[in-house]
Nanobody
Framework: QVQLVESGGGLVQAGDSLILSCAAS????????MGWFRQAPGKEREFVAATNWSGVITKYADSVKGRFTISRDSAKNTVNLQMNSLQPEDTAVYYC?????????????????WGQGTQVTVSS
């Protein structure tokens, strides 16, 4: 069974940067899309960024466009989320997710496997 483990969260100040990493292990064959989502207290889980199987196609939520960058290393089965100019509204638990398929996916319902999440807290 595929497993995802996130790392890199923490407490930072507004304007700082963080890099989240997601390591995938287990049987992964063929193409699979990867995504990052986040969930703030009292809110639903929301899409942040995603990449298709090759890493060539990426999509971002409007709220993070221009500040966050998703990248993947398929040889190492890892996907990173570079987060710049962090703001207090970025505070949330960030989840990595994967699903089989060659297209980039933005809906939570399209993802089959989820990591345990990593907390990102941005102070003002």
């Amino acid at each position: 069974q595929v497993q995802l483990v996130e790392s890199g969260g923490g407490l930072v100040q507004a304007g700082d940067s963080l890099i989240l990493s997601c390591a995938a292990s287990g049987p992964m064959f063929g193409g699979y899309a990867m995504g990052w989502f986040r969930q703030a207290p009292g809110k639903e889980r929301e899409f942040v960024a995603a990449t298709n199987w090759s890493g060539v196609i990426t999509k971002y939520a409007d709220s993070v466009k221009g500040r966050f960058t998703i990248s993947r290393d398929s040889a190492k089965n890892t996907v990173n989320l570079q987060m710049n100019s962090l703001q207090p509204e970025d505070t949330a638990v960030y989840y990595c997710a994967s699903t089989y398929g060659f297209d980039v996916e933005v809906a939570t319902t399209r993802y089959a496997v989820w990591g345990q999440g990593t907390q990102v807290t941005v102070s003002s």
